[in-house]
């Protein structure tokens, strides 16, 4: 082996050996040996002890992802009958499969049932240091009951006396859609008292008009709630807009929404959107609606109408995690088709951002006290 003397200001230095490693800390290994070599499950920072504790049986075992039922985010199962007591719930999770809103693609209707089939997500959100399902009392209370598949203005009322019910019982909601639309009944529902801000997270501005005679579309349902009083459009934010449809979106200008545009994230930087949102949105109730086609399609190609240029998962987990302590009450994951997406992937980003919002709800003074 090559030996080299290393010279410094003149001065020999002691002998290496090229390419050997250096000595092993046998110290550090035995203390590592004595601490964690005796069971699998030692947890000793108490931050994560906090969140083993609730994960781990006392023989050491955890649900497998694969088992069970189904659900949204794993949380509990309430099957929602006229008896049922939604007093009990922080959040209920519930999914609005219809998609009659969409102008392009359809197939948003599957989007319930593939976010139920996606596993390993969460249980712990390590940037928000929180275990939602651990520390709220939260349950998915399945889909809204639709009495007609095929009309959209009874889908509608069918909609909004679902969330109704729900807030009436004084749970906060979490959705998951179906197509865009599906978001207008849903802010009626909880704009019915006071107009609520919203933090809208696009590649659309979903402010059109009336399309082929309907207005109630997935490209309008944030037009028709200012209209309705129910959401107030100066406390209104957009986020990541782009595509061609620019021309469709001069109510969001108009009405005083502050609309950013996913070129202008890079110039601006994540901080300053973050900034900007808690600016705008202030210290009000706060819905949050995610649209899955705000991710570039490289990243969640399976929705309705994809536009290159989008975020990335990773800008859209920062932005969404820098809206903590905001006054959520409610919000949406929405647009996930996953007939358009042979990995499976759009339905994974969307599970995702879905356990971002309900991490989010941990810190909301909407929510209420969290679970000891």
Known sequence: MKQIRTIDNGKQLESTTAGSAPALDQQNLERLR?????????????KFRRVADRIFDPRGTRQTPYSGIPT???????????????????????????DLGVTNRAGARFGPRALRNIERIGPYNHVLDCMPLGELKVADIGDVPFRSRFDMKSCHEDIEAHFSHILDAGAKTLAVGGD?????????????????????????????????????????????????????????????????????????????????????????GIDAVIAKAHEVVGDGPVYLSFDVDS???????????????????????????????????GGDVVEVAPEYDATHNTAHVGGQM???ILSLMVFSPSIGKRIA
């Open 354 to 356: 879905l356990f971002e």
């Open 72 to 98: 949204l985010l794993y949380a509990p199962y309430l099957k929602l009958t006229p008896e049922t007591d939604l007093s009990q719930l922080q959040v209920a999770l519930t999914g609005v499969p219809m």
């Open 180 to 268: 865009h639309s599906v978001t207008y009944p849903i802010l009626r529902a909880h704009g019915r008292k006071d107009p609520v801000a919203v933090i809208h997270i696009d590649a659309h501005c979903d402010t059109g008009g009336a399309t082929d005679a309907n207005k109630f579309h997935h490209g309008g349902p944030f037009r028709n709630a200012v209209l309705d009083g129910v959401l107030d459009p100066k406390r209104t934010i957009q986020i990541g807009i782009r595509g061609a449809a620019e021309y469709l979106w001069e109510f969001s200008k108009d009405s005083g929404m502050t609309v950013i545009h996913a070129e202008e994230i890079d110039r601006m």
């Open 34 to 46: 004595r601490k964690y070599g005796n069971s699998p499950n030692e947890f000793f920072d108490p």
């Open 295 to 329: 991710i570039d399609p490289a990243f969640a190609p399976g929705t309705g109408t994809p536009e290159v240029g989008g975020l990335t998962t990773r800008e859209a987990l920062a932005i969404l995690r820098g809206m903590k302590s905001l006054n959520f009450v």
